[in-house]
């Protein structure tokens, strides 16, 4: 008997899936309504009424601030107070914070001397 030889079809090809580059924008090509929206963003102020800078405004005054003066205008805490005067506005910002305290028992703060950059 004769043997039947078993040939392999042949699997068909897997058709080649084209590979194409992501398309990019270009920038320079932007819709209206974008062009619209960046021009507004670019128009915005420049927000500057933060409560350190009010802190900073109070420091500035020739009879400075007390720590009471600096919770009533930021509502913080005491302790906030301090660690803005001496780690967000001394260490950070560079400004050099001096205390007096008279004969009535309430320390004032003031700024001496203002950041080199900030002058």
Known sequence: MPTKSKAKKAKPA???KAKTAP???NPKKLSTPM???LD???KMPVRKDTKLEAVIQLLSRPEGA??????AVTGWQKHTIRSALSHGLAKKRG?????????DGLRIYKIASAPKDKE
Do not use: G, L, R
């Not at 007390?66 to 919770?71: A, L, N, Y």
């Not at 400004?95 to 004969?103: A, G, L, M």
């Open 14 to 16: 897997k058709a080649a």
């Open 23 to 25: 398309k990019k924008s």
């Open 35 to 37: 062009k619209k929206a």
């Open 40 to 42: 507004a963003v670019a």
């Open 66 to 71: 007390t720590i009471e003066d600096m919770v």
């Open 95 to 103: 400004y050099e914070i001096v205390s007096d305290k008279p004969k």
